[in-house]
């Protein structure tokens, strides 16, 4: 909260903007570093997993469970956030995990 009220006054912004803003960069820093560990343990794909929900977005619902090479992420673009607020992230993928 304290960041937050900071933020908006630096930016001279609403709280509501600014706490947005931080939420969003933190989600897409944590998906860049996840990259990153995925890359060093030798992970080949990962699965996108999104808070399904009421207020999951129509992008964010159809994102659910799909599949994407370690080699493929892109923050926004093939992995989360894929947009502000957005409560997506992503875990290693398995075939052998996959349900019948």
Same mark, same amino acid.
């Given at each position: 909260?304290d ?10 912004a609403?709280e509501?903007?600014?706490?947005r ?14 990259i ?5 343990l030798? *992970?080949?794909?990962?699965?996108i ?6 207020? $999951? &977005?129509?992008?964010?619902s /159809? ?6 090479k ?6 926004? *673009?093939t992995i ?9 992230? $992503? &875990?290693?993928?398995?075939? /052998?995990?996959?349900?019948?």
């Open positions: 909260k960041l937050t009220a900071k933020m908006a006054k630096r930016l001279n609403s509501s903007a600014a706490g803003l931080i939420i969003t960069e933190s989600a897409a820093f944590s998906s860049m570093s996840q990153e560990t995925y890359k060093a030798d *992970v080949d794909s990962v699965e997993v999104e808070t399904i929900d009421a207020r $999951t &977005c129509e992008e964010c /159809e994102m659910d469970g799909q599949v994407v370690v080699s493929d992420m892109e923050v926004g *673009v989360p956030p894929f947009h502000p607020w957005c409560r997506g992230t $992503t &875990c290693p993928h398995n075939k /052998e995990w996959e349900e019948e």
